[in-house]
């Protein structure tokens, strides 16, 4: 993490990062990559909604099982989405206060990617 505090708008992107990946991307594809803290986040950012759209294709293809997966898509897909929804808003608010977030496995990846 960088030793200066990032500025309002930077600590601004990188919360917005969280819900709306887009941003994530556009972070870790331009310049401002070059400074830590939006780095540190972009690419956390990015995987947490990696991460999302890859539980999102599982409960799909588990969807299409008869009954139990049914159960599992109109149970499970609004807890689900509330859970992405209550982290995404921890995880901005943390960005913005100038934290670094760290989320379980996610982090991990992002880490080798911020790396390089």
Do not use: C
Not at 13 to 37: E, G, N, Q, S
Not at 46 to 72: Q, S
Not at 102 to 112: E, F, G
Request: aromatic fraction near 14%.
């Amino acid at each position: 993490m960088s030793t200066s505090p990032a500025s309002d708008s930077n600590k601004l992107l990188a919360a917005l990062a969280y819900p709306i990946w887009i941003i994530a991307l556009v972070i870790v594809v331009t310049d401002m990559k070059k400074d830590a803290f939006m780095r540190h986040h972009g690419w956390t950012a990015l995987f947490w909604g990696i991460a999302w759209v890859a539980i999102y294709v599982i409960l799909t293809i588990l969807g299409n099982i008869p009954i139990l997966g049914w159960l599992l898509v109109i149970v499970g897909g609004p807890i689900l989405w509330l859970a992405w929804l209550i982290l995404s808003i921890y995880y901005a608010l943390q960005a913005y206060n100038g934290k670094e977030v760290s989320i379980p496995l996610v982090s991990d990846w992002a880490k080798r990617y911020a790396a390089s």
